[in-house]
């Protein structure tokens, strides 16, 4: 039976693709103590095992390599390769235009390349997959001389690597074990600097060392050191300064037999100037239209908060301007003010490009900084697929900016958009309908905070990227329950405190909703939520006014979503609603016969991707918030309420239609074609806990696949009234959020997906499926041995009754990755 399954496995694992005597790399282990970073050394394999699909006994980009090298035929790209040449040269002897003979050029080499890939690499199918991994012992000798030099750089001169090769077959599993022995440690470390203000300066800074006593040797700190000093020392004046002028020598013979080290830091002095010379800056010179020619026309220079403007027309507030310069005049030169100039100006996006250099010509040091305005008027056209709850629809967005309004770098934008959506049903759980959507909306954004703040104030805030940002918008949506339209105006301040952190301030947001053209079956919904003293829904739906004001911040850690180190998002929101009506009665708002409201509304997400290696990442999220009403209606605007299900939610389960608690839905009045359940209604709620877990792999050439589990639901705060088997009208307190059961009522579901990477989207299918359903029966709640892909989902008996029920599989449709 062993050697049945091992020939099974062997075969999934391409050895069929084997010569005789060769053998697949099928495995490679790495043994070490716990203070050693694994991960590390398994970068530094010089041969890897074939790839697995997540980590199965199963090699497809293997099958896919040679299913395209049995259809590679290399002369054939050879011949085609050279007919293209030949067909560009005839066109370019034939042609004296040099703006055809160009682009003849470009298409010959663009074409040519791609043939040449072909030759070189195989065929699309090859590229996408890999040859069979052949053990290569001498493969092995390389990989322990690179664990050797990894250790050694990190303190472990002593260090011993031995491996052990086990041959299964036609199977080799490599396995090292690394014996690091004892790390020499940083025990002295002294400073070689002649020059006593470079000293100064590194030791007032002292505390910001990445080389300290009793450390472990390790090379990369050495390296950042360098890094640290070499840039210290640009932030203070010395411009023309190289790391090169920085050694470092170590003395491990120091102590011995304590395996100890001494360091010595030296700061060398230049050879021909013999010192190290602090630059500081005469004038700063700013020409605002570099690339701009008028015949015959000189540049005009005008000189505000001691910063000279060159410029042909006079299109820009030089106050609002020289507020993003912090290079000033009589200030040793820094690195770091000058990089952050360029990115400060950049941010206004008033620039096509921002150039900073420095001319150190005719015993003067000037800071010139030169731009390219970008165009002022700009019109853009999009058209695409659009992905709502799960269901694709077309849309076409047409732009209009309008950059530089009042000449204070303020940006005008104005947007339309139409589109359908595909919507699942507000009403009926298994039907999919068209939804319109149009709107338009008009935004004037300020490269500054719209305040009466001192000008004192205006130029220290700057450095924060700040930003005022007034909308004005109508949307337009249409479905079959109902049409709804909302008139929104907001404001809202934005800020950064450093590259990771962003802060949001809307103290002004208003919209004005109405709900019309409700369907009869719609009306029926609220009327019976109604009669159940329901009124939350009923109080959502009627013409509204919703003001409010949020706060929100969010940190994007180490650029999220890279695939190259662990990166982090996390995005915390605050919401107060009808705070207004804390303090004065809404008089008008009554008049008008519009619903107000007064809630707290507050989200957090977090998420985290972290690579394992170049083809496979393992990706985090939890989600969750709660909206607590307390106005008099008790209700919250149907937009702030939350929703669990969905292709970016619990994918087992339709969007919207998860929870409340363990609230049992109606059951389906066909159950063979939609299951046990009837998920007619979407389920707003007040609170919402989730989180996900999903392995994401590279399978070949763009296309990734994906197994995840999801778990999650939605709460009230206060139960929901239903009826009972008599009719009387009792609070469902299944709905209700207590601390005594939530963690039992989790919707949980798993699934596996496939994602389409074309470089401009990426295009998602998951199929969901549920695990445990918190609104089954006890004991029944187990639910995946029931999963069917297709129908029936049970079985109707001669005597009427439902039996063998199954659980139909969720297929979701998605645009970039669910988090």
């Known amino acids: 039976m062993f050697l049945g399954l091992l020939a099974s496995l062997s075969g999934c694992l391409g050895t069929k693709y084997l010569k ?33 699909l997540f980590g199965l006994p199963l090699t497809p980009a293997v099958s896919i390599y040679y299913f395209g090298e049995r259809r590679y035929d290399q002369e054939k790209f050879i011949r085609k390769k050279e007919a293209v040449e030949k067909k560009y040269d005839d066109k370019i002897s034939r042609t004296g235009s040099s703006r055809k003979i160009n682009n003849y050029q470009f298409k010959k080499q663009k074409k040519v390349d791609k043939y040449n890939d072909f030759i070189e690499n195989g065929n699309n199918w090859m590229q996408w997959g890999e040859p069979v991994s052949v053990f290569d012992s001498s493969q092995v000798r390389i990989t322990k001389e690179r664990f050797n030099e990894y250790l ?10 031995t491996d052990s090769i086990i041959v299964n077959d036609k199977l080799v599993t490599v396995i090292y074990r690394v014996y690091p022995g004892r790390p020499y440690l940083i025990d002295s470390i002294v400073y070689d600097v002649a020059d006593t203000a470079i000293l100064r300066i590194i030791n007032e800074n002292i505390a910001e060392t990445l080389i300290k006593n009793g450390d472990r040797f390790q090379q990369d700190n050495f390296t950042n050191e360098r890094e640290r000093i070499d840039l210290l020392l640009k932030d203070q004046g010395y411009y023309d300064f190289s790391r090169q002028y920085i050694d470092f020598a170590t003395d491990t013979t120091y102590k011995s037999p304590e395996r100890k080290i001494a360091v010595m830091i030296s700061v060398r002095d230049p050879a021909k100037r013999g010192y190290h010379k602090q630059f500081k800056i005469d004038s700063v010179t700013f020409t605002t239209d570099v690339g701009t020619n008028k015949a015959n026309i000189q540049r005009t220079s005008r000189r505000y908060h001691d910063i000279k403007y060159n410029f042909y027309a006079d299109d820009y507030n030089l106050k609002v301007l020289s507020q993003r310069v912090f290079i000033r005049p009589e200030e040793l030169y820094s690195r770091s003010k000058t990089l952050n100039t360029q990115r400060q100006l950049g941010n206004m996006e008033a620039f096509k490009f921002i150039n900073i250099n420095y001319d150190t010509s005719g015993g003067k040091f000037i800071a010139n900084i030169f731009t390219s305005p970008l165009t002022r008027y700009e019109w853009t056209n999009e058209a695409g697929v659009n992905v709502t709850q799960g269901y694709p629809g077309p849309f076409y967005v047409i732009s209009f900016k309008k950059r530089n309004v009042f000449k204070s770098m303020e940006t005008f934008d104005l947007s339309g958009r139409f589109g359908f959506e595909g919507v699942a049903s507000a009403i009926e759980g298994q039907n999919v309908y068209t939804s319109t959507e149009a709107g338009i909306n008009a935004s004037l954004t300020f490269p500054q905070f719209i305040w009466p703040f001192r000008e004192r104030l205006r130029f220290r805030f700057a450095e924060f990227n700040p930003k005022t940002k007034f909308t004005v918008g109508y949307t337009y949506s249409e479905r079959p329950e109902y049409r709804r339209t909302v008139v929104s105006v ?3 301040y934005t800020w950064q405190n450093n590259r990771n952190r962003t802060y949001s301030l809307t103290p002004l947001n208003l919209g004005v909703i109405d709900t019309a053209n409700l369907s009869k079956s719609f009306k029926q919904l609220l009327a019976e939520q109604a009669d159940l003293g329901n009124n939350n829904l009923t109080n959502a739906f009627r013409p509204s006014f919703v003001n409010s004001i949020i706060f929100a911040v969010t940190w994007n850690l180490n650029n999220y979503g890279n695939l190259t180190e662990n990166s982090g998002f996390i995005r915390a929101q605050i919401e107060s609603g009808g705070t207004i009506w804390n303090f004065g009665k809404p008089t008008f708002i009554e008049k008008l016969k519009l619903e107000y409201f007064k809630y707290i509304r507050f989200s957090l997400d ?21 909206a607590y009403a307390y106005g008099d209606n008790r209700s919250l605007p149907y937009e702030k309420f939350f929703f669990a299900g969905g292709s970016n939610s619990v994918r087992a389960w339709r969007p919207r ?5 363990s609230a049992k839905p109606r059951e389906s009045a066909d159950k063979v074609k939609d299951g046990i359940f009837d998920y007619d209604i979407e389920k707003p709620s007040e609170i919402l806990l989730e989180a996900s877990i999903e392995l994401r792999q590279k399978l070949f050439g763009f296309v990734n696949g994906a197994i995840f589990i999801d778990a999650g639901n939605v709460w009230s705060f206060q139960p929901v009234n239903a009826k009972d088997e008599d009719g009387n009208i009792v609070p469902d307190e299944s709905s209700q959020f207590k601390i005594d059961r939530f963690y039992k009522e989790f919707g949980v ?3 596996f997906g496939l994602r389409f990477d074309f470089s401009f989207l990426i295009l998602r299918f998951d199929v969901g499926m549920k695990v445990y359903d918190p609104a089954r029966d006890s ?10 892909f297709w129908k029936p989902y049970a079985t109707l008996g001669e005597d009427g009754q439902y039996t063998n029920f199954k659980e139909p599989v969720i297929y979701n449709v998605g645009i970039g990755f669910p988090f």
């Open 657 to 661: 239609r998860l929870g409340p608690g």
């Open 606 to 626: 977090m998420r985290r991707v972290d690579p394992l290696d170049k083809n496979t990442v393992l990706a985090y999220r939890f989600n969750s918030g709660f």
């Open 490 to 492: 907001n404001g809202t």
């Open 152 to 161: 050694f750089s990190n303190g472990y001169f002593k260090s011993q690597v």
């Open 749 to 751: 579901g798993t699934g």
């Open 20 to 52: 005789e005597n060769e053998k697949l790399l099928y495995r490679q282990r790495t043994h070490a103590p716990a203070n050693i970073d694994k991960d590390a050394l398994k970068d530094l394999y010089a041969q890897r095992p074939n790839r697995k």
């Open 779 to 788: 004991g029944e709640k187990f639910v995946l041995d029931k999963v069917r």
